[in-house]
DNA sequence: GTTGTTATTGATATTCATTATCAGTATAAT
DNA sequence: ATTATACTGATAATGAATATCAATAACAAC
């Protein structure tokens, strides 16, 4: 589910720092909002050129940066491979299964665990601000 | 604390292999187990460098690859930053607390955490073979 | 101890994702 | 319309990780 307000963001940030509106930004946010989430830069610029072929990677890279900038976007970084983009607006925090096979993700919540890390921090004395949960393993077909 | 077998460990791993003992896996392996862990390649190989002018830096970034092979080391991956090697031997799992300003690492534990993603795990039909938790944040000091 | 096989080393090159550069173009304010 | 400057897209640069390769060292066989 995207929420309806997520391009708004966008562009907001856009101006708010003083860029400037182009068809390529609004290519690259449409087709991220809407495309299936855990994208790599070379997956959503594929998906790009389908609609506007000849933009250019570089402009899909650096836009993304700035979906990500305004929290439009977390960034999966697995190993050395190249680093994916979820959407974030409209969805809740969720953490992840990774299968090592088929590398599908399957998005999990427990707000126990949640919990139980603000109080580990807390017992150390640590600010959290963000953290990341990932369970390496094999999902049901591959098992 | 190291455990006293984890040479022998490295040292039988090397034999099994086919593979042959040098003085350059001898002095990488003795350095490593006795340095403060979650080091770079860059920064062993400077401490390795100091023993021994001479040897190579891709000499130690492989050695360092066969010694998390035989599960005397544990990789650690944050954002972009170069890869992060600690040791395993006499030490048991744990998570880690990760100050984004002074780049400390504080190292936790905590089993219902570990049970809940055991379980969430199940909930799922997943087999979960490893997991990374990293909370990020401002140590006691930064904060 | 000598020999022969082959793993290892260290210097260097390559790979690959990501980021930077830059000239030409597009945007948006005036 | 003019003007200042952000943006694009092609390409170069960066940097960590890995591969290559000739010279060397390990070590098993004799
Ligand atoms: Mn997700
Ligand atoms: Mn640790
Ligand atoms: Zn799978
Ligand atoms: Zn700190």
Known sequence: MITPNAKEIFRGYI???GLRHTWQRDTIIDAFL???G??????L?????????GIGYATVHRNLNLIRECGLADEIKIGNEK???????????HDHLIC????????????????LQ??????????PLRHKLEIYGLCKNCR
């Not at 855990?38 to 997956?43: A, I, M, Q, Y």
């Not at 603000?118 to 600010?127: G, P, Q, T, V």
């Open 15 to 17: 101006k708010a720092k």
């Open 34 to 36: 809407s495309a299936a």
């Open 38 to 43: 855990h994208l790599t830069v070379e997956e």
């Open 45 to 53: 610029f594929q998906i790009v050129t389908r609609i506007h072929p």
């Open 83 to 93: 680093t994916r983009f979820e959407p974030t607006c409209g969805r809740t925090h």
């Open 100 to 115: 090592l096979k088929c590398k599908c993700f399957i998005e999990v919540n427990n707000n126990q665990i949640e919990q």
């Open 118 to 127: 603000e109080r580990l921090a807390e017992a150390n004395d640590f600010l």
